[in-house]
């Protein structure tokens, strides 16, 4: 099972490194990542497979949201399901 | 990979333009818990209501993490109570509260189906069993009641459109200390559909299987966003970006509407894909229509526009789901959208321009509320109109009246919540007691006849 994670706000040192040793503490694996800056504002979007993950993707993403709060960012991690039933035919 | 422009406006939608699920609705069958008394069927009713929907709320708040999407409502709806109190319709206050005493268990805000069927003729215990709406409305908190008076096929009772009159104003009665809000749990249906997941008017069909999830989206902020992004479009255009937008509200519906169903063991019912307002600035269907280039909702122009953003919205979600169903189209509820209490208030909307808006779009005269000296006959002939309408559009229309007791044009009530706040609407002060004392049936139109 896949999960799309998605990250914004303003740009800051560190912030790939906590998301990154966030999924690595749950062992989420990264199977791919997208990021850009926009003037001062930060936006990374990542594919990582939860199959193997130690918490189910219902607790992962309220943790998730959590380092969101503690780091000052807009995040979500989502069932990757979402996004392609909504922009896929 | 996925597109980065597709991600940012999922997450979009959802955090700054009210995309969510409105509701998940379990319609649940209640015949077999039909009995000979009145305590032994609501001791089964109470019961199977608690099993079949013991998790809806733990499995939709998961739902809701996983795919990161707000769900807002979870709802039960079960079988018209009118069917299985038949044999003691004198007492279905009873199976009333147990009902209610479910839903709250259950920790659900709404449970329809305190509901009766009589579009061609109402027997004697549903006559009795409707009279005991009023009572069970005022006395229950989570309990929605729904009374179909018409249909295409077979005319509109207007016996029952007599009573239903009266019904209101006792329902406002009893709940006079709460502005009448017993009114807000109330519909009066003409075509009322058997799979509808929205509240007050859900109730689970009698030709529908034992265990259902039916899910309604909602997303007026969406389509407002997607219309604000092409100013200077053309109507075609503008059509067919509600199209477009219709089409991911409604593939997000479908795609929590089967995962749903798969953890509740029950079937995947229907997706409804209502564009359905609540009173926050942004998630109104009003403000669409501005957005579409009316100085204020209610003035000319309205109905055209509403039917053009009601066909759009269709289009988009029958292209999203092969399983389309409950009302489907676009709500006009007063007091739950911003915009169309502000037009209210403004003198800008009456509910003459409301009654031609509900030709065009998929319910009727939702959560108006009017004097409460209001006669009950003028009440009555305000939904013979509405069923009129849907009798010969062959689409559904309803009426959520609220005759607010002591209350005249310029005051207003607010039921909080959802339900909103509502300016007290002027109606026409001619009398039509004579039209609705005559009682009998309105033939069903011509164009019924098509076997």
Known sequence: MRAVVTVAGKDKTGIIAKISSFLAERNVNIVDISQTIMEEYFAMIMLVDISKSTKPLSVLSEEFSGLGEKIGMSVHLQHEEIFNAMHSV | MFNTGEVLETINMIEREHLDIRTVTMGISLLPCMSGTAEKTAKAVYDTVCKKAENIVKVTSELSREYGIPIVNKRVSVTP???????FASKAHIIGKALDDAAKNLGIDF???????????????????IMTIPQVLAETDRLCSSVNVGSSKSGINMDAVSLMGEIIKQTAQKTADRDGFGCAKLVVFCNAVEDNPFMAGAFHGIGESGTVINVGVSGPGVVQHALESVPDANL?????????????????GQLIAR?????????????????????????SVAQILEEMGLESVGTHGTTACLAMLNDAVKKGGVMASSRVGGLSGAFIPVSEDIGMIEAAER???????????????????????????TPAS??????????????????????????????????????????????????????AAKFISRGGLIPAPI????N
């Open chain 2, 236 to 252: 075609t255009d503008l059509a067919e970006t509600i199209k477009r937008t219709a089409f991911k509200i409604t593939r997000a």
């Open chain 2, 111 to 129: 449970l329809g189906g305190y509901s009766a069927l009589v579009h061609k003729g109402m027997a004697d215990y549903e006559k009795e069993f």
């Open chain 2, 447 to 450: 164009h019924s006849n098509k």
């Open chain 2, 347 to 373: 003198g800008g909307l009456c509910i003459d321009k409301l009654e031609a808006m509900t030709a065009v779009c998929s319910v009727g005269l939702d959560m108006i509320a009017v004097p409460g000296d």
């Open chain 2, 378 to 431: 003028t009440i009555s002939a305000i939904i013979a109109d509405e069923a009129a309408i849907g009798m010969i559009n062959n689409k559904t229309t309803a009426v959520r009246i609220i005759p607010a007791p002591n209350k005249k044009v310029g005051d207003s009530v607010n039921f909080g919540g959802l339900l909103g706040r509502a300016p007290i609407m002027p109606v026409h002060k001619e009398s």
């Open chain 2, 81 to 87: 109570a009118a069917v299985i109190c038949a044999p």
């Open chain 2, 259 to 283: 995962e749903a169903a798969k953890r509740l063991n029950a079937e995947f019912g229907i997706v409804d894909l209502s564009l359905a307002p609540t009173p926050a600035r942004g998630d």
